[in-house]
C-alpha cells in the first residue's frame, strides 16, 4: 500500500517562500505522476502543479506558474515543490497525490493515493 507523507509547510510572510516534500513509500514510482493539490477554507480541492516520474513531464496552475517549482528525486521516491514570492491567497491546505495514470493530471479523482496535507499560511 502506497503511503505519502508531506512535510515542510509552516507561516511565512509575503513575499517569502517554502520548501513542500512528499516521501512515498510501499512503491517505486518509474512511472505514473505525483502532484500537489491545496484546499482553502471553504473552497474545492484545486491543482496546484505535477509531474511525471518517467519523463519529468511538469504541469502548473496558472495562478502559481513562474513562483512555483515541482522536482522529483527518483531514488529518494521522494517530490518535492519550492514554493516562491509566496501571497496570502495560496494559503491553503497541501496534499501531495500519486496516480499510475498520465492523463486528466488536473483532475483529483485521477489521483488514488494522497497524503494527510500540510498546512501553509501566507500572512500579509
Known amino acids: 500500500q502506497v503511503q505519502l507523507v508531506e512535510s515542510g509547510g509552516g507561516l511565512v510572510q509575503a513575499g517569502g517562500s517554502l520548501k513542500l516534500s512528499c516521501a512515498a513509500s510501499?512503491?517505486?514510482?518509474?512511472?505514473?505522476?505525483s502532484g500537489w493539490f491545496r484546499q482553502a477554507p471553504g473552497k474545492e480541492r484545486q491543482f496546484v502543479t505535477t509531474i511525471t516520474w518517467k519523463y519529468g513531464t511538469t504541469y502548473y496552475a496558472d495562478s502559481v506558474k513562474g513562483r512555483f517549482t515541482i522536482s522529483k528525486d527518483n531514488a529518494k521516491n521522494t517530490v518535492y515543490l519550492q514554493m516562491n514570492n509566496l501571497k496570502p491567497e495560496d494559503t491553503a491546505v497541501y496534499y501531495c497525490a500519486a496516480t499510475s495514470g498520465m492523463t486528466n493530471l488536473r483532475v483529483p479523482g485521477t489521483y488514488n493515493n494522497w497524503g494527510q496535507g500540510t498546512q501553509v499560511t501566507v500572512s500579509s
Open positions: 510501499g512503491r517505486t514510482f518509474s512511472s505514473g505522476s
